[in-house]
């Protein structure tokens, strides 16, 4: 069973890359100890799906012609997304794991990652109910999922009686978020939805928390993950709230197995564990019993069975529930505050 693991390998998303792989490439040895799929092994191949890799159609379309590809399972952003699923075209189950804007119907793609109802909107409602953030700014890529994102944002802070200031967008690799930040310090909003991602999100915290602007203004992100959390660095992740289906340091059962079994093929110095890394882990998983089920359309009449992590159901795109939490920085890890 030939898999095609797409992860961003280098560029500005490259951050995310060593943990994916060990994520999933641990599914796979879990599965191939069972038997495999349908007894037959599986094997991941690793692709570059960095924002910046513009050939991966090319790659992946001249391999399903040639009958070289079972499978693709992917954990990089909705921009690669689309591209990945104009080249598979339905010819082979594209399994996408990470959280995205919602809305997914391209024939053969398989959504199992947050979306803005699940994980925003709650999000949202406790820092605008419990923190009193009623003044917002929102920041993000000028990319498929941020622009989604905040339009759905906009509508709850209204529906909440809170208020945009402003929402703004940024090239990604931009180099500077002076404008930005200057007006941010104009503004005086009581919180940031930030939709940075990668090298970004990691530069845009520091200049934040350089300007003084973490003692007084909350930063909420959807994306920013505990590689990230270690790179923006402690002294600049005070006020800052994240939103996931997963956590490394949950603390219930299913996760402490996990963390074992990963930390005991990888060792303590294993790449840091991450909600993004590990919806690849639980990608792989859903891929086999995918495979392995009578039917793949969506609409099912029951949730699809399998090894989940999160504790995950799906039962079609548009069906998806997972448990998601809210967790604040401190210093280099996110503390659990609550399940949403």
Known sequence: MEVALLVPVRGATGIWGPSARACAQLAAEEL???GG?????????????ADECRDIPQQLGALIDEGALDAVVGMHTSAVRGRVSAATRGRVPFVYTPLYEGGER??????IGETPDLQLLPALRTLCLRYGARRWVFVGHDCVWP??????AGAALQALGAQLLADRYTRPACGSYRAVLDEIERLRPDAVLLSLVGQDAIDFNREFAARGLARRIRRLSCAIEENALLAIGADSTA???????????LGHDANMAFKERYHGRYGERAPVLNALAQSAYDGVHF???LLAAP????????PLAFRSVRGLSWQGNARVQQPVFLAEADGHFFQVTERL
């Open 37 to 49: 799929v349908g007894g037959r092994e599986l094997r991941l191949h690793v692709f570059n799906a």
């Open 295 to 302: 039917g793949r359309a969506a609409g099912r009449r029951a």
């Open 147 to 152: 622009r989604a994102s905040h339009r759905f």
């Open 106 to 111: 391209a024939p053969g793609v398989y959504a």
């Open 239 to 249: 006020g800052l709230f994240a939103c996931a289906g997963y956590f490394a340091t």
């Open 287 to 289: 891929l086999a019993a």
């Open 32 to 34: 191939n100890r069972a």
